[in-house]
């Protein structure tokens, strides 16, 4: 089976701080994505990357960027944390385009 | 601004019933539909998907329906269960990312 693992399930930090979020997949695929979930706005999509150290904006990458510095590894980065960015945020991946992506368990962030 | 327009917002079914709900979108090189199905404290998960050479596909209880001509697909749930309540989300793709609707909260009360 396919997993996708974010490093924590809740955080919360405070207005200001640099916050990282952590994303592992084990298949080897090449498309990794961050998507952030808020309640009556579905999953808007923050950033994608097609490749190790490439990276492609999504539609709201404004306060957010990421890296990737190897294949199963995709790290969001929030430069510094704001209320506004409370949010659920997901991680997901996918082999090749137009294919099932998996998606992590989410990862609960609350900004004081 | 939201490419994938879903509706309706949430859905109250009696077991047995037939669940609906319907998306709509504009980008015509969109080619690639599918439905995610996400329960509370877990990620999406795909549930079915279609591409447009087909008008309809099924697996099991869930339907989806295409109309390429109106830019409309829709995803039917027949024999509703309790344990189909969740949040439903179409998306489609013309490249890289999904492009999500806003999902549906769907109650099947027993």
């Known amino acids: 089976d396919v997993k996708v693992t974010q490093s924590s399930r809740y955080l919360v930090k405070r207005t200001g701080e640099k916050v990282f979020l952590e994303c592992v997949q084990d298949?080897?695929?090449?498309?990794m994505f961050w998507y952030r979930q808020d309640p009556g706005l579905g999953l808007r999509l923050i950033y994608f990357?097609?490749?190790?150290?490439?990276?492609e904006k999504g539609d709201i990458p404004e306060g957010y960027s990421v890296s990737r510095e190897k294949k199963e590894r995709f790290s969001l980065i929030l430069e510094s944390a704001s209320t506004n960015q409370t949010s659920m945020y997901l991680c997901?991946?996918?082999?090749?385009?137009?294919?099932?992506?998996?998606f992590g368990q989410g990862t609960r962030l609350t900004v004081v | 601004q939201q490419q994938v327009k879903q509706s309706p917002q949430s859905l109250i079914v009696q077991k047995g019933g037939i669940s609906i709900i319907n998306c709509a979108y504009e980008?015509?090189?969109?080619?690639?539909f599918p439905w995610y199905q996400q329960f509370p404290g877990k990620g999406p998960a795909l549930l079915i998907a279609?591409?447009?050479?087909?008008s309809e596909k099924k697996e099991g209880r869930f339907t989806i329906s295409f109309n390429k001509s109106a830019k409309q697909f829709s995803l039917h749930i027949m024999d509703s269960q309790p344990g189909d309540s969740a949040t439903y989300f179409c998306?489609?793709?013309?490249?890289?990312?999904?492009?999500f609707g806003k999902g549906t909260s769907l109650l099947v009360t027993p």
């Open positions: 990357s097609y490749d190790v150290k490439m990276k």
């Open positions: 980008n015509t090189a969109f080619d690639y």
């Open positions: 279609i591409r447009p050479d087909v």
């Open positions: 998306a489609a793709n013309s490249g890289y990312a999904l492009n």
């Open positions: 298949m080897d695929h090449e498309n």
């Open positions: 997901a991946s996918s082999e090749i385009l137009k294919t099932e992506a998996f």
